[in-house]
Nanobody, 124 residues
Framework: VQVAESGGGLAQAGGSLRLSCVAS????????IGWFRQAPGKEREFVGG??????STYYADSVKGRFAISRDNAKNTVYLNSLKPEDTAVYYC????????????????????WGQGTQVIVSS
């Protein structure tokens, strides 16, 4: 089982980036996808998540209205818009088997599979 993120990089404040998450070894469409980030010296925090069906999305207050998550059965994408320097962090994609429900956890320990992370740096 592998989960992998891509698309990180450098952006200016107010700019945009797109991150993608792909997985192998399980049926991606059956899994809830969560995005987390960890800035230097800080704990990993929930950014947003999307249910297996794509019908439900949840976002941390700090990114609500700026980030948008979408998915299809092969890939998950998060659009990072109106970026701020405080969005600088390593971003992680995580997967959890949905069991058919729309529950999207915000706690990292509820996700079984994790990618290696992709760095996002926002300059002021």
């Amino acid at each position: 089982v592998q989960v992998a993120e891509s698309g990180g990089g450098l952006a200016q404040a107010g700019g945009s980036l797109r991150l993608s998450c792909v997985a192998s070894g399980f049926l991606f469409g059956d899994y809830v996808i969560g995005w987390f980030r960890q800035a230097p010296g800080k704990e990993r925090e929930f950014v947003g998540g999307i249910s297996w069906s794509g019908a439900s999305t949840y976002y941390a207050d700090s990114v609500k209205g700026r980030f948008a998550i979408s998915r299809d059965n092969a890939k998950n994408t998060v659009y990072l818009n109106s970026l701020k320097p405080e969005d600088t962090a390593v971003y992680y994609c995580a997967a959890r088997y949905s069991g058919g429900g729309d529950y999207v956890p915000m706690a990292s320990h509820e996700y079984a599979y994790w990618g290696q992370g992709t760095q996002v740096i926002v300059s002021s």
